[in-house]
């Protein structure tokens, strides 16, 4: 990871639902950020979430939502702000405006960026 953000690789995608839940990406990268703190702002982070594991399933509603950024933030642990956030699927059960109305007091934050 070093070597690709020093030859420009600064773009890099992560999810929530990407290895095992206590192993996923998110932690490979609070392990990264841990060693190299300096590399933080250089990142653009992007982070698929709102994908219920257990169920095999999005969950785009409102409550969904917000678990899956709080988990995503708890697991980062203040190492590195998220950039971009996505919801990995369009949740069928859930229309498309609640999520993106829910996103708006979600993503009101400091270290969430952009949806």
């Known amino acids: 990871m070093k070597t690709a953000l020093d030859n420009g690789a600064n773009f890099w995608?992560?999810?929530?639902?990407?290895?095992?839940?206590?192993?996923?990406?998110l932690h490979l990268?609070?392990?990264?950020?841990?060693?190299?703190?300096?590399?933080a702002d250089k990142v653009v982070l992007s982070i698929k979430g709102a994908y219920?594991?257990?169920?095999?399933?999005?969950?785009?509603?409102p409550a969904g939502l917000r678990k899956s950024v709080e988990e995503c933030l708890r697991v980062l642990d203040g190492k590195k702000s998220i950039d971009i956030?996505?919801?990995?699927?369009?949740d069928p059960k859930v229309p498309i405006e609640t999520t993106i109305a829910a996103s708006s007091h979600v993503f009101n934050r400091p270290f969430l960026r952009r949806i």
């Open 85 to 90: 956030f996505e919801c990995a699927r369009v």
């Open 29 to 39: 990268l609070n392990y990264y950020f841990t060693k190299y703190p300096e590399d």
């Open 13 to 25: 995608n992560a999810g929530q639902h990407y290895g095992h839940p206590h192993a996923n990406s």
């Open 52 to 61: 219920d594991a257990a169920t095999a399933s999005p969950d785009g509603s």
